[in-house]
């Protein structure tokens, strides 16, 4: 974890902390309110105070310095040319039970916040993340059929609308519900195919492997 550098006064009398990339000398007068700062030769940032309760510093191999919660055992690093998966040592103080001889139970990293949690596979259910509460499909097996199958019954509603439309349409000004039967058996297949679309568009979670 990154640590922030003891601060010191410099002859002329300003504070100041050393850069923990290049070893500048940073001057942070009106600045000890911030908890990290930006080096002006290689603008990174070093950090002047403890990280938030609950929170730590993380410094990526870029150079880049990241804040995560305590308890995350897996971060991204957000430069688009980095990206980069860092595995974190788990604290052994935040260090969670976990269960044995769960048959199904696997570690997941999720797709969100690439923190790492435990996921029984056997249910045939979505996965929220503990750490962002996030949902994702744990595999993209369980999402992909979910998708199929509300296509299928999309289809299904609306070639039934079509055909019930078309076989009334003659007597429906005489029966003035057909349009309510109309519209919802059309406003039904639109939902089919959107719930349909939120699987196909859902991310996948990966399975580390397990417990």
Not at 12 to 41: E, M
Not at 108 to 128: G, I, P
């Amino acid at each position: 974890d990154e640590i922030p550098p003891p601060p010191y006064r410099s002859i002329v009398g300003g504070p100041l902390v050393t850069c923990k990339v290049c070893q500048s000398r940073i001057d942070i007068s009106g600045k000890k309110d911030q908890h990290v700062v930006k080096c002006g030769q290689c603008n990174e940032a070093t950090p002047i105070r403890n990280a938030p309760p609950g929170r730590k510093y993380v410094r990526c191999p870029c150079n880049c310095l990241l804040i995560c919660k305590s308890s995350s055992q897996r971060i991204a690093c957000p430069r688009p040319n980095c990206k980069r998966i860092i595995n974190l040592a788990p604290n052994p103080q935040t260090a969670l039970p976990v269960p044995t001889n769960v048959p199904g139970m696997c570690r997941v990293t999720c797709a969100h916040c690439h923190d790492t949690f435990l996921f029984n596979t056997l249910n045939n259910a979505l996965a929220r993340c503990p750490h962002c509460r996030k949902v994702s499909s744990v595999g993209p097996e369980f999402a992909r059929t979910r998708a199929i199958l509300f296509l299928i019954l999309g289809v299904i509603v609306v070639c039934i609308a079509i055909g019930v439309t078309a076989g009334t349409y003659s007597t429906a000004n005489h029966k003035g519900g057909m349009f309510v039967l109309y519209v919802g058996s059309f406003l039904a297949s639109v939902l089919l195919f959107l719930r349909s679309v939120y699987y196909c568009c859902m991310k996948v979670s990966l399975v580390d492997g397990p417990v």
